[in-house]
């Protein structure tokens, strides 16, 4: 699961890397779920998919809004194994990082990434 740390960015980036290269290394590839963007009640289903999918063997990097502003991705968040939070450099409030940990649970995060603001 990725996460961004601030409103308004995106992690999908850094989910395609992992996926691209993740799959370097895997018999089985992993997949790429984008649910930015997620609808109001499309959560439960997606995560039905998703444990569906990860029960027959499969591995799934997923990215989601930021839970402060799209909170239907929370729920697909606490489905989650395990997540990676997002930190745009230069644009991330430490009060939205922190308030994104806190909400999901600090144990299930792996750790952060940086990034680039977009257009640098």
Do not use: W
């Amino acid at each position: 699961m990725v996460v961004p740390a601030q409103p308004g960015t995106s992690g999908l980036a850094v989910g395609r890397a992992i996926v691209s290269v993740g799959n370097q290394y895997r018999e089985r590839p992993l997949r790429l779920i984008d649910a930015e963007g997620l609808r109001p009640g499309a959560a439960s289903r997606l995560v039905r998919d998703l444990r569906a999918y990860v029960e027959q063997g499969g591995r799934v990097v997923t990215c989601i809004d930021s839970i402060l502003t799209h909170p239907v991705g929370l729920e697909v968040a606490l489905a989650a194994e395990r997540a990676l939070l997002c930190v745009p450099l230069g644009s991330t409030q430490f009060s939205a990082a922190r308030q994104t940990l806190e909400r999901i649970g600090k144990a299930r995060f792996l750790g952060s990434v940086c990034t680039r603001p977009a257009g640098s």
